[in-house]
């Protein structure tokens, strides 16, 4: 296991920018690490033990991992949340205590800090201004559900599509992040969709300059034609 000094020094960065977690300082990290350890997840492990995330809770500082749920009829899978650096999980147990009945799976070789469930409800209880940080990520967390349900109802697939690009652009470097090496299987589960519908789309994308795919890397040439793009898609579905 890895020291809490370690374990602050090696994940710094990962921590302070975690927003559940914000303003703490570096000796109150400590303290609260002192309850973490480290684990490893190789690429693709899928996780379906509902009583895993009932009695830890954990922070990824690396990999991403999608949260979802499968139909049991169907056997449809949709991306409920994609799960990066720094975000946590499951909110839901440690709120309410209770089974969360969604499946995680590794889109990378990931490593999570975790922590007992009644450990962090204690830390809580003894530091309750905390819970303010926690509500606010809470009602980040149920605005994204909101969001998605409605864009499954009331969106196209190409809007659907258009808006995932659009929001996984870095403000800074204007490159496409965190779903630019995904599997159009994996975008399709983010939307609502299917594999071939989104290659489709993409391809059309493609066609008129806006994005690039090569290697399996999705690149965006020119937002601008993305941004016209969706104000097209937006004003067509009034």
């Not at 830390?123 to 990520?137: A, E, G, R, S």
Request: charged share 25%; aromatic share 10%; with cysteine.
């Amino acid at each position: 296991m890895v020291p809490t000094n370690d374990l602050y020094s090696k994940y710094e960065s990962v921590l302070t920018s975690c927003e559940l977690f914000a303003d703490l300082t570096k000796s109150q990290w400590q303290d609260l690490l002192s309850d973490f350890h480290e684990e490893k997840w190789s690429k693709n492990t899928c996780i379906i033990n509902h009583q895993k995330f009932l009695f830890h809770f954990y922070i990824i500082t690396r990999g991403r991992i999608k949260m979802y749920n499968v139909d049991e009829f169907s056997e449809k899978e949709h991306t409920l949340f994609l799960l990066k650096e720094a975000d946590v999980f499951d909110l839901f147990c440690l709120f309410d205590g209770t089974k969360h009945r969604v499946y995680y799976e590794c889109l990378d070789n990931t490593k999570v800090l975790a922590i007992p469930m009644d450990r962090l409800r204690d830390w809580l209880n003894k530091n309750p201004h905390q819970y303010q940080h926690f509500l606010t990520y809470a009602g980040k967390m149920m605005r994204a559900l909101e969001s998605n349900v409605s864009q499954l109802i009331f969106t196209n697939i190409t809007t659907r599509l258009l808006k995932l690009l659009l929001e996984n652009v870095n403000s800074k470097s204007k490159k496409l992040e965190h779903i630019n090496d995904l599997p159009n299987k994996e975008i399709a589960n983010l939307i609502g969709s299917t594999r071939a519908v989104v290659n489709r789309h993409l391809q059309l994308l493609k066609q008129n300059g806006s994005i690039d795919m090569a290697r399996n890397q999705l690149e965006i040439k020119d937002i601008s034609l993305l941004l016209k793009e969706l104000e097209n898609q937006n004003r067509n579905q009034k």
